[in-house]
């Protein structure tokens, strides 16, 4: 039996992060999936009514950001210091940052409004987040965007733009050559691969 259990509905949404960081990690975890359908039935089961939620032992951590920090503490992804534990936290708020932005773009019912929308993504709010992770990098001697090893900050970022890539190609680094390399960096770790081999097939 898993010493982790993710348990989400069957698609990547807000757990997918917390499965990367398990692989990446190397450590065995439960792939709770469910479909949609069955919602009701395991709400009441959940402790904030909502999922995902992390099982570790006999512990049952909700919050996809609070279930990211205690994986990040626990698997040793979180840096070494506040400082560090800090500018983890400044690329994980970033990345909700560009998300809420790039939400905008699939809620929007005005099909004539979706193209102004593309255009801002693509144009503004890519390159600069992209802009600012490099900074960050290079900043850090290039090697990774948070101390002197792999982070929760990495695989958030990896975890991203994996998803926009999937969707809109390599053209979201038109800006940032740098950034793309660092994505296919975390890409080629051992257990990340090894993760994006095995992964169901289901939306985003």
């Known amino acids: 039996m898993s010493a ?12 997918e992060l917390a499965r990367i960081m398990l692989s990446a990690a190397d450590k065995e975890f439960e792939d709770d999936r469910f479909e949609k359908e069955e919602w009701p039935e395991r709400k009441p089961n959940t402790p904030c009514g909502q999922v995902p939620v992390l099982t570790h032992g006999d512990k049952q951590i909700p919050q996809s950001m609070a279930i990211a920090r205690y994986l990040a503490r626990d698997l040793d992804l979180y840096g070494k210091n506040n400082v560090e534990n800090t500018k983890c936290d400044v690329v994980i708020e970033c990345i909700n940052d560009v998300i809420t932005e790039t939400v905008k773009l699939f809620f929007e019912q005005d099909e004539t409004k979706k193209p102004d929308i593309e255009k801002n993504l693509m144009e503004i709010v890519y390159p600069r987040f992209l802009s600012h992770l490099e900074k960050m990098l290079n900043e850090n001697s290039g090697e990774w965007l948070v101390g002197d090893k792999l982070s929760v900050a990495d695989l958030a970022f990896f975890d991203l733009m994996n998803r926009l890539t999937a969707k809109k190609g390599d053209s979201v680094f038109e800006t940032s050559p740098t950034m793309k390399k660092h994505l296919d960096k975390i890409t080629n770790i ?8 095995k992964r169901p097939v289901t939306d985003m």
């Open 4 to 15: 982790y259990k993710i348990s989400y509905f069957n698609l990547m949404g807000r757990a």
């Open 190 to 197: 051992a257990g990340v691969q090894k993760w994006l081999e």
